[in-house]
Nanobody, 126 residues
């Protein structure tokens, strides 16, 4: 199983980026896919999550309304569209996959995710 994240880069405040996570060797259904991020000196935190079984999503409060998680099953790819990026969004972003559909209270629990991508750096700065 491999998860390969890409799409990070340098963007000005207010700008947008779309991250992609290509999943190979793993069937997207049933599963839960999430994006986590880790800023310098901080713990890794869940940002957005999608439960593939019913399409249910969850977002960290600070990104709700700005970030959107989506998937393309045909391409085995999960996306994170990030709009109106702010300096506090600067972090390394990781995609992760869990086998099965996680209940809502577990969707941002790192211990439930079996597979992780290598991370892609997002820097928001003027």
């Amino acid at each position: 199983v491999q998860l390969q994240a890409c799409g990070g880069g340098l963007v000005q405040p207010g700008g947008s980026l779309r991250l992609s996570c290509v999943v190979s060797g793993f069937t997207l259904r049933p599963s839960t896919i999430a994006w986590f991020r880790q800023a310098p000196g901080k713990e890794r935190e869940g940002v957005a999550c999608r439960r593939q079984g019913d399409g249910s999503t969850a977002y960290k409060d600070s990104v709700r309304g700005r970030f959107t998680i989506s998937r393309d099953n045909a391409k085995n790819t999960v996306y994170l569209q990030m709009n109106n990026l702010q300096p506090e969004d600067t972090a390394v972003y990781y995609c992760a996959a869990a086998t099965g559909n996680l209940i809502r209270s577990s969707m941002f629990g790192m211990q439930y995710y079996n597979y992780w991508g290598q991370g892609t750096l997002v820097t928001v700065s003027s």
